[in-house]
């Protein structure tokens, strides 16, 4: 087959979106030996006449999407494996056994190849954060998670470190003036940027009402553990960034995709439970397959949050730094919480959901946050198949938000901010350091997994106000 790609669709007049990624899907996997001209033929017939293509296999979901016919929510049923498949685990001793648990439950699904888990994991919804999943041509939208793409940014800045202390004020400003946190509302200058204009806000039913919440969120931060934060990198001898190894002012973001990505994630969850039936414990890992029309729009609104995510970073570091005149050498952006589609170390391709997971292909860069007086680390990947290319996404938390309110008084906290060196504007006892694991030993428990780049200390901390 020759390449088929989204314009050659366009050309022949297959003008949806999801009509396209469904054929292009379909025709990597059955049409293999079609030369392009002989596809574009077939598919001009299909599109003049879809009803004489019904009753063939190959062709039938095309035709029917042609007609428009729209899928019933009828269900499959499926069983568990009665063996797990292989799972790699890093730091096993920190993790808690609820979080290995469900790992083990994952890895029973018939659709799971291989899976890994991360040594700041603990107990999520479906998969835990924290784990890895590398599956067959079938999508879980809980192992992606609520927050779609929810990721770091860091831009390492042309100041050296003192610059925090001359114009500790003016960061302090920028930083009320320029950020936003929580659910509601949003920045005071409507911010632009062309994820926007996504066509899929206009082809994608369900997406329509989204957009006006993403267009006033765009550029803010959620509750929770996300943050934006100054402090100062020190990057390490001989660093794969091309910067001199010293010490230089950076700006860290942990952000995600709002209402957009939580709206998406509980439609298509609800829709993967109601259509994959599994045994009741293993139900929330219910999937979408890649070949159905629900399992391609997932995959069109999954990718659009991530770039909305994004988009995000780039808004609230581009504001913080024009508002405070100053330029970035070089900025790093990972995805968590997201799903890729990859090749295995045997060539078999699969979709690797990384849930709370940095990926860390061969010479990738990412970023491991610890906690708001702890350091954060900016790593390269070493590209490891038996961790399904990935390294944690962070500490990791070592308490529920709840323990860590009983266990931390704001006193406690505040001495345990000052004695870091660190200022915080907003944030909550329950983000408090000690919610987290050791980064320390976190960080040591993957070392076969990353080289480390750089290591970054939080200065002047912004989190949302409970």
Known sequence: ???????????????????????????????????????????????????AFLDNELTRKIAEKVIGKVEGQTFKAFELQSEPVYCKTYGGKGIESSAKK???????????????????????FGLPIGGVLATDNAIIPYAVGMDIGCGMAISIIDESETFLKRFEYQIKQALKNHTHFGMEGGLDIRQEH??????????????????????????????????????????????????????????????????????IARHYTQIAMNTCKLPRQAQQLAWLDMNSETGQE??????????????????????????LGLKALLVVENHHNFAWEEQLADGKKVIIHRKGATPAHEGELGIIPGSMTTPAYLVSGKGVSN???????????AMSRQKAK??????????????????????????NPLAYKDIESVIAAQKELVDIQGKFFPRIVRMNKE
């Open 1 to 51: 087959m020759g390449n088929l790609r989204t314009k050659d669709l366009s050309k022949i007049g297959y003008h949806n979106d999801q009509l396209r990624s469904l054929v292009i899907t379909i025709a990597s996997k059955n049409f293999k030996h079609h030369s392009k001209q002989q596809l574009l033929d077939l598919l001009v017939n299909i599109k003049n006449d879809p009803e």
């Open 406 to 431: 009983d266990n931390m008084t704001v006193s406690s906290m505040k001495k345990m901010l000052t004695n870091a060196g660190v200022t915080l504007i907003g944030g909550t006892v329950e983000e």
């Open 102 to 124: 469900q790992m083990e439950l994952a890895s029973l699904l018939p659709i799971s190849v291989q899976a890994a888990l991360m040594p700041d994991a603990h107990m999520g």
């Open 194 to 263: 062309e994820v926007l204009n996504s066509h899929l806000f206009n082809e994608i039913s369900f997406l329509k009402p989204l957009r006006s919440k993403a267009v006033k969120q765009l550029g803010t931060s959620g509750s929770g553990n996300h943050f934006v934060e100054f402090g100062e990198i020190a990057l390490s001898e001989n660093n794969t960034l091309g910067l001199p190894a010293k010490k230089y002012t950076a700006l860290l973001t942990h952000s995600g995709s709002r209402g957009l990505g939580s709206a």
């Open 298 to 323: 997932y995959w069109l609104t999954m990718n659009l949050a991530g770039d909305y995510a994004q988009a995000c970073h780039e808004r609230i570091h581009a504001n913080l730094l024009n508002a």
């Open 387 to 397: 961790a399904l290319y990935s390294a944690s996404h962070g500490a990791g938390r």
